[in-house]
């Protein structure tokens, strides 16, 4: 039987909520697992092997997130992590499994009514910057094999969210074209879900470098590109690079403001799937603007990460495609050196994903 730890390492927000003139940070601390280490019939013992930052956690330091968070939770919701000891009941799950816990605790199968809003890893709950976690085996899933700890932490939130902004399950067509908002973690998830599944993306950087290196991971003409600060007007690069066609799906990273721009992006019955809020929240255009939808027969929609069910099948596509995610890592710390991970992720100057490993 394995030997169950009584304590571990972790990384803690400090007291209080963050706010954008005085952000709050990270700080070691020493937790005691629950109830001795003692666990229920449908608890899993996980080992975490790797965690992969969001800007959300960002954005809870800085007091940019909009929904509740507890103060001083662990942040950070994604990881890869190794079964070490089960529960009475657990049939699922080995020791020695690779799995990895959902998003949102209550999110099982996207139709739970009252649960989106709580139980979200380090966010209201704490989260898995830390050694050990406990949980119950109904929100575990197993990952992919093909990947390392690093590229298997990636998939949780960025992961789940892009597949279902792209359009999956089973709704992949071959033609398709999908504008993805900057090369963060969601982003560059979706470069890698639409090439597979023959969607060809467009994505956007202010960095010319940047966007000739993304380019180098397909053969010519698959992926496209812009570079949005010496191209600002968005629906001309897009129409410029699909023929005045416009696109299919947008993958709106940058919040309201450029919701008009992102409907004139669209061809006709195509969607703009809202995700992130990198330019905030505010936003100065005249509601009226969204009637242009009706024109396009467009669908604005918002994504919430998704379901217990979204992830499965996702793994199941990385797996099924043989999809490798080391492009999506752009930089791995060690767990000591949490904090300058925090620090790298928000200086912006990341390509892809933030790791954290143990």
Request: glycine share 12%.
């Amino acid at each position: 039987m394995a030997t169950i730890p009584t304590t571990y390492r972790a990384f803690q927000r400090t007291a209080g909520i963050g706010m954008a003139e005085k952000p709050i940070t990270i700080e070691p601390i020493t937790r005691t697992l629950p109830n001795g280490g003692k666990l229920g019939p449908h608890d899993v013992l996980t080992r975490i092997r790797a965690v992969s930052l969001n800007f959300r956690d960002i954005a809870i330091l800085t007091g940019r997130y909009t929904t509740g968070t507890a103060d001083g939770g662990i942040p950070a919701s994604d990881c890869a992590a190794e079964v070490t000891a089960l529960g009475s009941s657990v049939t699922d799950f080995q020791v020695g499994d690779r799995v990895s816990p959902i998003f949102s605790l209550g999110n099982i199968t996207g139709y739970e009514e009252g649960l989106f809003s709580h139980n979200e890893l380090g966010g209201d709950i704490d989260g898995v910057l830390r050694e050990y976690a406990v949980f119950e085996d109904k929100v575990l899933v197993h990952l992919p094999k093909n990947l390392t700890w690093e590229e298997a932490s990636t998939i949780s939130c960025a992961g789940v969210t892009a597949w279902n902004a792209i359009g999956a399950p089973g709704s992949f067509d071959k033609g398709k074209t999908a504008l993805l908002q900057g090369t963060g973690g969601v982003s560059m998830f979706s470069l890698l879900i639409a090439l597979a599944g023959g969607v060809k993306p467009i994505i956007t950087s202010s960095s010319d470098e940047k966007l000739a290196a993304i380019k180098k991971l397909a053969p010519p003409g698959k992926i496209g590109g812009y570079n949005y600060k010496t191209n600002p007007d968005q629906p001309v690069a897009v129409k410029a690079l699909t023929g005045g066609k416009g696109v299919d799906i947008v993958v709106n990273n940058c919040g309201p403001q450029s919701i008009p721009e992102d409907i004139a992006s669209l061809r006709r019955h195509g969607t703009v799937s809202l995700v992130g809020m990198l330019e905030g929240l505010a936003a100065d255009w005249n509601p009226a603007q969204l009637l242009t939808l009706i024109s396009k027969n467009g669908r604005l929609q918002a994504i919430a990460v998704g379901s217990k069910l979204d992830f499965q099948a996702l793994n199941d596509f990385i797996e099924t495609n043989e999809i490798k995610l080391e492009v999506l890592v752009d930089r791995v710390f060690e767990f000591d050196d949490s904090e300058a991970a925090f620090q790298y992720l928000g200086s912006g100057k990341h390509v892809g994903k933030v790791v954290i490993k143990m």
